[in-house]
Nanobody, 119 residues
């Protein structure tokens, strides 16, 4: 069974950095588009960033562009989210997700990792 396991969350101060990891198992995700979403308290889950199978096509939400960097290591079946210049509004649960090529729905999700940014 396919599983996505996030790690790397924590409590940091505004301006600090964190690196999230998402390790995939149970299936080869090398052809999948991988993404990060987040959900702040009392808000709906929102898209953060995605990377295609090759790493050549990357998209970011406007709120994180220039501060966050998504990358993947296919050999390790792992996706990363480097988060710099963190702001209190970046606080939330961060989820890793995967979707097969030529689809639009993310069908595989991790359990999430908490990121809290204090001011």
């Amino acid at each position: 069974q396919a599983q996505l396991a996030e790690s790397g969350g924590g409590l940091v101060q505004a301006g600090d950095s964190l690196r999230l990891s998402c390790e995939a198992s149970g299936r080869t995700f090398s052809t999948y588009t991988m993404a990060w979403f987040r959900q702040a308290p009392g808000k709906e889950r929102e898209f953060v960033a995605q990377v295609d199978w090759s790493g050549g096509s990357i998209y970011y939400a406007g709120s994180v562009k220039g501060r966050f960097t998504i990358s993947r290591d296919t050999a390790k079946n792992t996706v990363y989210l480097q988060m710099n210049s963190l702001k209190p509004e970046d606080t939330g649960i961060y989820y890793c997700a995967a979707r097969p090529p030529r689809t639009v729905t993310y069908g595989d999700w991790g359990q999430g990792t908490q990121v809290t940014v204090s001011s």
